[in-house]
């Protein structure tokens, strides 16, 4: 039987171009969580991993599967070591090969992308890095005020059970979003914590 799985970040986004055959498939899987959150701690995923009747996937990109990739070749050795077959839409591409073998060029494409995808994310956390030391020698990046210290120290004790739930969940390799959904805490309280330094979001 035949499964879609489509993955978006937040409910602002459509789930409508992933979903353009959904009349094709026995079984269609929506998650709305952030693409750091590993393929099998995602709600809808874990559904698709437990359906054994599925022999069949479809992905927009394989982006769709994560971020990290590790991750993503982890998820399709699962799949294809049950004989599941994971159509990429954008590459044409399907993990398996008509005789039930893997696909080599597949997964050299899969590898490939995901190296890029990593290799992107490190450079923008240079170029971060590199605005912020530019920021310093122009004289416009503020320190801590006076007292800046008690005050964090009082901010951390009203919210220590937040900034608790909040460091598990980033533990988890959840990303803002999904954190903001799992634990009830808003995104805005959470970048709050990020700015204060109370939580370190994954890398």
Known sequence: MKAIYSRI???????????????DYDFIYLDIISGS???????????????DKVNYITIAEVTRLG????????????????????????????????????????KL???????IGEYERELLKERTQQGREIAKAK?????????????????????????????????LNNGISATARLTGITRTMIYRFIEKGLVNPPK
């Open 67 to 106: 971020r990290n990739l590790q991750d993503i070749l982890q998820t399709l050795q699962h799949f294809t070591g049950k004989g599941v077959n994971i159509h990429i839409e954008n590459l044409g591409l399907t993990t398996l090969l008509p005789d039930g073998k893997p696909n080599p060029t597949a």
């Open 139 to 171: 004289g416009k990046y503020k320190g801590k005020k006076r007292g800046a210290d008690a005050n964090i120290s009082k901010y951390k004790a009203k919210h220590h059970e937040a900034i608790q739930k909040v460091n598990y969940s980033f533990k």
């Open 37 to 51: 959150v590993s393929f099998k701690e995602r709600p809808e995923a874990q559904k698709l991993l437990r359906n």
């Open 9 to 23: 970040s937040t409910p602002s986004q459509k789930h409508d171009r992933q979903l353009q055959n959904k009349n």
């Open 109 to 115: 494409m899969i590898n490939l992308l995901g190296t």
